[in-house]
């Protein structure tokens, strides 16, 4: 049996040196007592404490072994591993393998069912030692290769991965969103992905929905959150429950997710020159942004040189207040602004054509990095955002020029990519979400007839596609990295969305499928007249008059034309008098009944109407009595020959009578 593993506890070879004090095992020490007392030995007299000592010896050796055997542990207790030299022991194997060679194996045979305490002690045989060696050296040499051949293979995939950037990047399919007539000036995504929110020129902010939407494409909802004022950054919080709007006013307005306002921030007070002692902005708005794991905190940024911080949104006012200075110390304006991923730094880059940036775990003072110089002085600097793994930094300008910036070495830019014109200071770029490529686009040129996209690649700096876009200026570029998807936002009111359709998920792909849905149309039969002008009068048809003579009758009728009361020119009271003569009369008359009632008729004759009717067909009085209703006895009719005495006539009464 080859066993090779190193044994730290017990150790046993059969050699003819006594093994050493320190390798004997309890097994042996109790084998060597039994010898002694066998050859006559005998057990020496010993002393009470002696023998105390000894009982506790063994009770403590079997208390061990029992916590051994419950634990499931080697070397507890007083009888732990001893520490030996591996080298000397080999040594010594090799000087009497060959006579001890069968009686280790016989050996380990008869000991397999001993308890071994830790690993099996390693093989004496050599050739074995030695073909471990060589088998651990072809192992060695084998993995040196795999370890090479992985490495070849990774630079080929590096290589490869160079050279199939451009397959990354989601645009074989296209899809357009048309926001309006004017240039779209901001543009963000939800972080679930399911929606997208578009502001424009046009002081118009529009609601696309994915889930909701069909093949048209059209935006479920359109609002002017700010009057009067152009949308000039949108974006949503981390949570994805309220947008943040800048616009060309000085108080930023937070919306709901359906578009309801939460909160508009104060306005400062524009009489006093220290702006750190105003409530709020007091100049036209730049840029904003969310903070990165905060949903009640964002950062917005102003014409009046500063950087406010806002906490909360019951309370209105701001939580800190940064200045940006320029060369000389004195006032310059932020012209974009943004948290990095892990909100420790703020930078924004000013119309002076520096970056600066604040740490935010100090005091907002001094700043931590300040590049003067960085782009042309007088050229706003359009867009500032981080990488997604937080090291570097891409600034975009309209000196036509976008740079990209190292934190560990920011005193100069990595690359700097030029001819990228661009009209609008809203112009941005943007991280892939594998921070391997930097995407930005550029205003149309006067000598070209389409608008560009291009992806550069932040490891070799060089331009890795070219996108024609539409007619018109490039602003806003969004690459979710959720969806995988690109949205494009244009001069000329589009939105263009681009997708992969093997790489990219839900999104567009799900309005794509759904069919737009026609209004179901009214099925109308035409009725055709037939002429018969011999026809008798009573099958004879009226003649289809033309629409103006329908008109004229109609107009004509009190009724169709809804003609309102005319004045009563005669008579006094005026209307109250001519329906009855009193205010209880006209009530009934106009509010109370349906139907108009006659207040001339007589009411008598109106009730002796139904005197027939009631007698031949009693229905109301005479059925409730006609179980006790007594019998009628009427007076007998006078016999016709006259024999009965007749009344006397009432005498008149005369002149005497008087």
Not at 1 to 13: A, P
Not at 120 to 148: F, G, I, M, R, V
Not at 366 to 384: E, F, L, M, P, W
Not at 431 to 459: H, I, N, W
Request: hydrophobic share 30%; proline share 4%; aromatic share 6%.
């Amino acid at each position: 049996m080859q066993r090779g593993k190193i044994s730290f506890g017990k150790i046993q070879l059969s050699v003819n040196k006594p093994a050493p004090a320190a390798a004997t095992t309890d097994k042996e020490e109790s084998k060597e007592g039994a010898g002694d007392s066998a050859t006559g030995g005998g057990f020496k007299k010993m002393d009470k404490i002696q023998m105390i000592q000894q009982i506790e010896d063994v009770a403590e050796d079997l208390e061990s072994q029992h916590l051994k055997e419950v634990m499931g542990i080697s070397g507890f207790g007083r009888k732990a591993a001893k520490v030996f030299d591996i080298n000397e022991q080999i040594a010594k194997a090799r000087v009497t393998r060959p006579s001890l060679h069968k009686k280790t194996e016989e050996k380990d045979e008869e000991e397999d069912n001993d308890d071994v305490i830790g690993p099996q002690p390693p093989s004496l045989d050599t050739n074995a030692a030695e073909n471990n060696t060589k088998s651990s050296e072809d192992a060695s040499e084998k993995s040196k290769e795999q370890d090479s051949d992985e490495d070849s293979e990774d630079d080929g995939d590096d290589s490869d991965d160079e050279q199939s950037l451009a397959r990354r990047i989601p645009y074989t399919h296209e899809v357009q969103m048309q926001h309006g007539s004017r240039a779209v000036l901001a543009l963000a995504g939800d972080p679930s992905g399911a929606r997208v929110v578009s502001g424009s020129i046009d002081y118009d902010m529009c609601f696309w929905d994915f889930a909701g939407m069909d093949s048209s494409m059209r935006s479920f909802r359109q609002l002017q959150p700010c009057e009067n004022h152009p949308i000039r950054s949108l974006q949503y919080s981390v949570t994805g429950d309220m947008i943040l709007v800048i616009s060309g006013n000085a108080q930023a307005k937070i919306l709901d997710r359906d578009g309801f306002e939460k909160l508009e921030c104060c306005k400062g007070d524009q009489y006093i020159s220290d702006m750190s002692k105003t409530k709020g902005h007091v100049a036209q708005l730049t840029s904003g942004c969310w903070h990165p794991f905060n949903r009640e905190q964002f950062l917005t940024a102003a014409l009046d040189g500063t950087l406010r911080i806002w906490q909360g949104i019951k309370s209105k006012e701001q939580l800190q207040v940064i200045k940006t200075r320029a060369q000389g110390g004195l006032r310059t304006n932020a012209s974009a602004c943004c948290f990095n991923r892990d909100a420790t730094l703020i930078a924004a880059g000013c119309v002076d054509g520096s970056i600066q940036t604040w740490d935010t775990r100090k005091m907002f003072v001094n700043t931590t990095h300040c590049v003067r110089g960085a782009h042309q002085k007088g050229a706003d600097i359009s867009s500032i955002v981080f990488s997604y793994m937080g090291q570097q930094l891409a600034t975009r300008s309209n000196d036509e020029t976008m740079k990209l910036w190292d934190l560990r070495q920011f005193k100069q830019p990595l690359h700097t990519w030029t001819n990228l014109f661009s009209r609008y200071d809203t112009t941005d770029c943007c991280f892939s979400p594998d921070d391997r490529l930097l995407v930005t686009g550029e205003s149309l040129p006067k000598d070209q007839k389409e608008a560009k996209l291009y992806f550069y690649s932040t490891k070799t700096y060089e331009e890795v596609q070219r996108i024609p876009v539409a007619s018109s200026h490039v602003i806003k570029t969004l690459w979710h990295p959720k969806l995988n998807q690109l949205f494009v936002s244009c001069g000329n009111g589009t939105i263009k969305c681009y997708y992969d359709d093997q790489r990219s998920i839900r999104g567009a792909k799900l309005c794509v499928v759904k069919t737009h849905r026609k209004r179901q149309q009214i099925e109308m039969v035409g009725v055709s007249q037939i002429l018969t002008p011999h026809a008798l009068p009573l099958f004879r048809q009226e003649k289809s008059r033309s629409s103006r003579k329908k008109m004229e009758k109609a107009r004509m009728d009190p009724v169709k034309s809804k003609r309102p009361d005319l004045p009563i020119t005669s008579g006094q009271g005026g209307r109250v008098a001519s329906s009855g003569g009193t205010l209880s009369s006209y009530v009934i008359r106009n509010l109370g009944l349906s139907k108009r009632v006659d207040d001339d008729q007589d009411p008598r004759e109106a009730i002796l109407k139904f005197a027939k009717d009631a007698a031949e067909n009693p229905y109301w009085i005479a059925p409730a009595y006609k179980q006790t209703q007594p019998k009628a006895i009427f007076s007998e009719k006078l016999p016709s020959d006259g024999t009965a005495a007749a009344p006397a006539a009432k005498k008149p009464k005369t002149e005497d009578d008087k």
